[in-house]
């Protein structure tokens, strides 16, 4: 009997019953009929300190392309890896969002916004700041993106607390030498004799003189660190005025402004990306390749299959061997699936954090000009929070501060209000500040509420606790897998997404490598 000519069609149709979707497409790889591993080369100029070992030949739907999403799917793509990536947006990037002249920022039930900021200025809205040790720079350095330093301490800026407007180094100043004086007063007095020895109250009160700049009776009664009306020059300049009590001080409730640079994630110095933060988004999209990223397509379904998983948006569908699932989680719990009731559930624990930026483009870089604030945060404890200065473009014509970033119930007041009535509400608090200059020269503004914007609906997360439930998604659902900020200790930074998109593709190209 003559043996019935085998198709190629019918011999990938055998592959995948036998084997699943993973075989089928390695077979058609093989035959030329699909890639068998990504098919952009990726030439960083230096190499990075994470790559996945071994070459893997699957293919992987990322859903979502933001920092997470990219991340996952340039290391997946080094090591050979076929990845699409479906973004509900109409760009890459997600939270990590750089607004400049010509764009436009819609909003949920509101107005949308056209940006006209002049050539060369720029407004981070999500993501402003890096510290030295985050693996962001990592990423910076292997995708080539030009670095500067963000001035995240500066003296120079203003603490407004309970009416009080003061110089940033004034209020330090004060609080130190007025604690140093407590402290050494009682060191002195020997109340601390059963607590430590002799010698060692000897250098304790050393170094509070030096601390707190005390006088030789242990006493604060200011200091040349509190800053002068006119500086030393030719003569000793003008000292500011006499701190006052210690009552004053304290009244001042200054506390929170001037440690609030002092966690680990915040101390100088701090950098960011050259010409703005999605600079890294737009080295990765490149990376990864635009031609493997939909945007516009809104995940719809997820579906476990037993060879792999099916993803259906509002424009098609895909079938892949592989899953990773980097929306917010909040989104995420909404999407209809198979991969459990325990999985809805914790997708539901973490709650949505509210947060929002006002970016004011002033045609007068007047906090250079008559304040000398070179870039740097003013801390207050009204609704605007903080107000945050350039750091870059130093004596340029114009420039854009940060009018307000606020987070949760402030940042729901300003999301309630129209574009127009934040920036009026924002140059009201910061005339507090500032005075009458903060209304001059205003050239234009846009904000952003990032619990309005759509497919995101939060500027971030918070978990109850980090028990259970947070390592739980840790873990796959069957084939997919979870990346995102909101799966690390790194909540609401750029390295959360890139530290978990990492630990993600780890696991999944640990279990291609071991599969038969």
């Not at 149709?13 to 390695?26: E, F, N």
């Not at 080295?283 to 099916?310: C, F, M, P, S, Y």
């Amino acid at each position: 009997m003559e043996r019935a000519a085998l198709t190629r069609r019918g011999l990938l149709v055998g592959i995948g019953a036998a084997g699943g979707a993973g075989a089928m497409y390695a077979a058609m790889g093989a035959l030329g009929l699909a890639p068998s591993e990504q098919d952009k080369e990726f030439t960083a100029p230096r190499a990075g300190d994470f790559s996945l070992r071994g070459k893997g030949a699957a293919k992987v739907v990322i859903l979502g392309a933001g920092v997470a999403g990219l991340t996952a799917a340039y290391e997946l793509g080094k090591a050979g890896y076929d990845c699409t990536l479906l973004e509900a947006r109409q760009k890459t990037g997600g939270r990590s969002l750089t607004l400049r002249g010509g764009d436009r920022l819609a909003e949920l039930n509101g107005p949308s916004q056209e940006v006209t900021f002049g050539a060369g200025v720029y407004f981070n809205a999500g993501p402003g700041r890096i510290a030295p040790w985050m693996v962001t720079l990592d990423y910076c350095r292997e995708l080539g993106v030009p670095i500067e330093t963000f001035v995240n301490n500066n003296a120079a800026a203003y603490v407004h607390t309970n009416g009080q407007t003061t110089r940033a180094r004034t209020a330090r100043a004060d609080m130190y030498g007025y604690v140093a004086e407590l402290l050494a007063k009682a060191t002195h007095a020997g109340a601390l004799d059963r607590t430590i020895t002799k010698d060692d109250q000897e250098r304790l009160l050393d170094f509070l003189r030096r601390f707190g700049d005390l006088g030789p009776k242990l006493e604060y009664e200011g200091s040349e660190r509190r800053g002068f009306t006119k500086f030393p020059a030719l003569d000793t300049g003008t000292p500011i005025d006499d701190p006052g009590t210690l009552h004053r001080i304290l009244a001042a409730g200054t506390g929170r402004a001037i440690t609030n640079d002092f966690g680990y994630e915040q101390a100088t110095p701090m950098f960011q990306p050259v010409g703005g933060m999605d600079a890294i988004v737009a080295k990765l999209t490149e990376a990864v390749g635009q031609d493997r990223i939909k945007t516009g397509a809104k995940v719809t379904k997820i579906t476990n299959l037993a060879d792999g998983v099916e993803v259906v948006w509002d424009g098609g569908s895909i079938k892949a061997d592989y899953c990773v699932a980097t929306l917010p989680p909040h989104l995420l719990a909404k999407i209809p699936h198979n991969l459990g009731a325990q999985v809805t559930t914790v997708l539901k624990t973490p709650v949505p954090v509210a947060a929002g930026k006002i970016g004011l483009e002033y045609g007068r870089r007047w906090w250079e000009l008559e304040d000398r604030i070179y870039g740097g945060v003013t801390e207050t404890d009204l609704d605007i929070t903080h107000i945050w200065y350039p750091s870059h473009g130093y004596h340029a014509e114009r420039g854009v501060l940060v009018g307000y970033y606020n987070t949760e119930r402030n940042a729901e007041l300003y999301g309630a209000l129209t574009p127009e009535d934040r920036r009026r509400r924002a140059l009201t608090q910061g005339k507090k500040i500032h005075g009458d200059k903060y209304r001059q020269n205003l050239l234009s503004s846009v904000s952003v509420a990032w619990d309005r914007q759509e497919h995101i609906q939060g500027g971030w997360v918070r978990w109850p606790s980090f028990d259970s439930s947070f390592t739980f998604l840790q873990r796959p659902a069957g084939r997919v897998y979870f990346a995102g900020d909101w799966l690390t200790h790194l909540i609401a930074w750029q390295a959360g997404a890139m530290e978990s998109a990492r630990g993600a593709v780890t696991l999944l190209h640990q279990r291609v490598l071991q599969s038969p």
